[in-house]
């Protein structure tokens, strides 16, 4: 047996790997200290009555009230949006396996996704707002909901893509080979096999649509109201987290803080839970 | 066997008199080709909204960019809205500041992350890796700014800034000349926090598509695994990984909430790291909506989302085709 040399580029190999785990300890530790800071300062300010009510007069200088109105907002925000986005987004994905594949077309739908995908959210803000200016729409709901479409259409696409591609390929032959049109194909085939993608597709969306702050900003407006039509402005939880921090008054910026944590559980909650929806439902489709 | 002419979907008949009862074949070819009509006119949508939000930027912004030759507005460093004078400078060089820390400090972690991940990890930790990535990349943007505004403000305030005043004396990019947390460091952190799992997911599936079995043969020969990573690995994917970066990069550029919560947002061009700055998107997201009572202001503000629009897209363009030959897809 012979003993291996101790070479320079064993220490190499030594110092390189020290400087991964430092890295993997860096990048991990700050990730970890956000959720345990959003946590540790939530907490405290976290009460029933946070979750349960609309902010009272003078909510914004320390008075009583809660922010169901932005949580309730917030909801309502990404549900339209991603119900939408999911409307013209379901029909692009199953267009672009079935009858686009490889071509150069495609393709190119493909790169215009992503880079839409890259689109800064604040930009679609300003778009959407524009729109709005141009077919008289004030700051509203729908409008809310029609930014949040634009920004999640990419992302829900390309998940979809994503799992529609993972689809073995004799399913597809096996079924046109036996008549099928392709639109049966895409109907009854893939869109049953890919279900679960769909699921993840749409949690990821929803928790896109339901974190950002820059798009609804200009778009969906604020109040302090729980909104109750389609017309009218609204708020959300990210607008509620960033207007109480801006707060001179200490009670105000700790609801902020209880508002990211309740921002950050939804998130979580969602992300998580498309997990295992998705893992449950990929039982039933063949491999 | 004669009746078994043409293509495609025939009816489903077994027999005399024992009919399907579902549409017909014409029935069925037709809808299968309005289905294509339909449909490839709404997988024009992401296209034709690409164009669209670069036009409405373009027309809506033309009373300010083509007032003035274009070098002023970019370069001109005053900007005051009530006498018309709208220089871009101060918040392009707030924007690039921000960005080139943010990254210059996400970069080398994040390389290090993604080559122990697909280098060296056991197959337990990968596994783990892409959920944990994904429920890090799922946090809104707003918290990262909770947490920069907590933590990392302070911590900018009472550890690096006496530091740099104690040892780096003298260097222009690292005076103090602040008292307060609030600047281009603390944006930059919070930046390579909020772009890290997006980086190391690039870079991970990027190395995945690198053959195992080249891998092998460099250590059968007595490489050792670094020797291997720069020598096979590195060389065969590294236009792909400048592109993840670049994508990385113009994540960065585009941020806005995070950002705009902790960098200061004071108008003038900084020389510091320590310096407060005004990024373009922190700027739109302030005074876009309101103040349209001064003339030209809302096209200024939409003159500076279309210079951060353009740019991102040129980033975002040539990494996403970069990517997509590399990993025969489109990524992100």
């Known amino acids: 047996m012979t003993t291996r040399r101790w070479e320079r580029r064993h220490l190499a190999e030594a110092l390189v790997k020290g400087m991964m785990y430092f890295s993997i300890g860096l990048v991990a530790g700050s990730l970890a200290l956000i959720l345990w800071t959003v946590v540790i300062r939530g907490i405290p300010a976290m009460s029933w009555e946070m979750v349960s009510m609309p902010p009272e007069g003078g909510y914004f200088m320390g008075k009583g009230g809660g922010v169901l109105n932005a949580i309730i907002g917030s909801l309502y925000l990404a549900s339209g949006g991603t119900l939408l986005a999911l409307i013209f987004g379901l029909p692009i994905a199953l267009y672009l396996e079935t009858y686009l594949g490889e071509s150069p077309w495609g393709r190119y739908v493909r790169l215009s996704l992503d880079v839409l995908w890259g689109i800064p959210s604040i930009v679609y803000g300003v778009f959407g707002f524009t729109l709005m200016l141009a077919i008289g729409l004030r700051a509203s709901l729908l409008a809310g909901i029609i930014v949040l479409a634009l920004l999640e259409l990419p992302i829900m696409v390309r998940a979809m893509d994503e799992v529609i591609r993972r689809m073995p390929v004799d399913l597809e032959q096996a079924a046109l080979a036996l008549g099928s049109t392709k639109l049966e194909v895409a109907l009854r085939i893939v869109t049953r096999q890919m279900l679960p993608g769909i699921i993840t597709a749409v949690l990821l969306g929803f928790g896109r649509g339901i974190g950002d702050a820059a798009s609804v900003l200009f778009t969906a407006g604020y109040t302090d109201r729980i909104t109750t039509s389609l017309l009218r402005p609204t708020a959300s939880l990210p607008l509620a987290v960033f207007f109480q921090l801006a707060s001179p008054f200490p009670e105000v910026q700790k609801r902020g803080y209880a508002s990211a944590l309740i921002l950050t559980v939804i998130v979580l909650v969602i992300s998580l839970g498309s997990r295992w929806i998705s893992g449950r439902l990929s039982r039933y489709t063949i491999k | ?332």
């Not at chain 2, 004078?85 to 993604?114: D, E, K, N, Q, R």
């Open chain 2, 1 to 332: 066997m004669k009746d078994q002419r043409g293509t495609g979907p025939r009816p489903l008949v077994t027999g005399e008199g024992r009919h399907n009862n579902g549409p017909s074949a014409v029935a069925r070819l037709r809808a299968d080709r309005n289905a294509r009509r339909t449909l490839s006119i709404v997988t024009l949508l992401p296209v034709f909204l690409i164009a669209a939000i670069t036009l409405a930027l373009i027309i809506r912004s033309w009373p300010v960019v083509s007032g003035k030759p274009l070098a002023q507005t970019v370069f001109g460093a005053v900007w005051k809205p009530e006498q018309g004078l709208f220089g871009f400078w101060p918040f392009i060089a707030g924007t690039a500041w921000v960005t080139v820390v943010g990254m210059g400090l996400a970069v080398a972690p994040c390389v290090f992350t993604s080559l122990y991940l697909s280098e060296y990890a056991n197959v337990a930790t990968r596994v783990l890796a892409k959920p944990v990535l994904d429920l890090l990349a799922a946090i809104p943007p707003v918290v990262y700014g909770v947490w920069g505004l907590l933590a990392v403000v302070p911590f900018v305030e009472d550890v690096l800034a006496p530091l740099a005043k104690r040892w780096l004396v003298g260097i222009p990019i690292f005076a103090v000349n602040q008292p307060t947390g609030f600047g281009i460091l603390a944006g930059g952190i919070v930046l390579a926090v909020m772009v890290a799992p997006f980086i190391i997911a690039v870079l991970y599936e990027i190395l995945d598509t690198v053959p195992e079995e080249l891998r092998h043969a460099s250590l059968a020969v007595g490489a050792t695994r670094w020797q291997t990573i720069r020598g096979v690995v590195i060389p065969k994917v590294l236009p792909g990984m400048v592109a993840g970066i670049v994508l990385g990069a113009s994540r960065a550029l585009g941020e806005t909430i995070a950002v705009l919560m902790v960098v200061g947002n004071v108008v003038h061009v900084p020389t510091s790291v320590f310096d407060a700055a005004y990024p373009l998107p922190a700027l739109i997201a302030n005074n876009y909506g309101d103040m349209m009572s001064i003339p030209l202001y809302d096209a200024a503000l939409l003159s500076g989302a279309l210079v951060l629009l353009v740019v991102i897209l040129i980033f975002n363009i040539l990494s996403t085709l970069v990517l997509q030959r590399l990993l025969g897809r489109g990524w992100t």
